[in-house]
Nanobody, 114 residues
Framework: QVQVVESGGGLVQPGGSLRLSCVVS????????MGWYRQAPGKQRELVAS???????NYADSVKDRFTISRDNAKSTVELQMNSLKPEDTAVYYC??????WGWGQGTQVTVSS
């Protein structure tokens, strides 16, 4: 059974940065495209960044040029560097495979507020 554990969230002022990390166990990690998702209060969960097994990346328009997704296959981790954070980035952030088909972890809360 695949397990994901997200970490790195917190409270940050607008314009600040955070780096999220996700550790995956129970899967052939290197063979899976991975994604970071977020869910804000009252909204549906959305995919904000993805990285293929070969390292190709895609971003939602709302985070393009501010967020960077990366992976370390040796450690079975995927990270999300978030810069120039805005209040609208406030959400619970989750990682999962590119299709969101694994069970969901608890996520990590990101709050952007002054």
């Amino acid at each position: 059974q695949v397990q994901v554990v997200e970490s790195g969230g917190g409270l940050v002022q607008p314009g600040g940065s955070l780096r999220l990390s996700c550790v995956v166990s129970g899967s052939r990690f290197s063979m899976n495209g991975m994604g970071w998702y977020r869910q804000a209060p009252g909204k549906q969960r959305e995919l904000v960044a993805s990285i293929g097994s070969g390292g190709s990346t895609n971003y939602a328009d709302s985070v393009k040029d501010r967020f960077t997704i990366s992976r370390d296959n040796a450690k079975s981790t995927v990270e999300l560097q978030m810069n120039s954070l805005k209040p609208e980035d406030t959400a619970v952030y989750y990682c999962n495979n590119r299709y969101g088909s694994w069970g969901w972890g608890q996520g990590t809360q990101v709050t952007v507020s002054s």
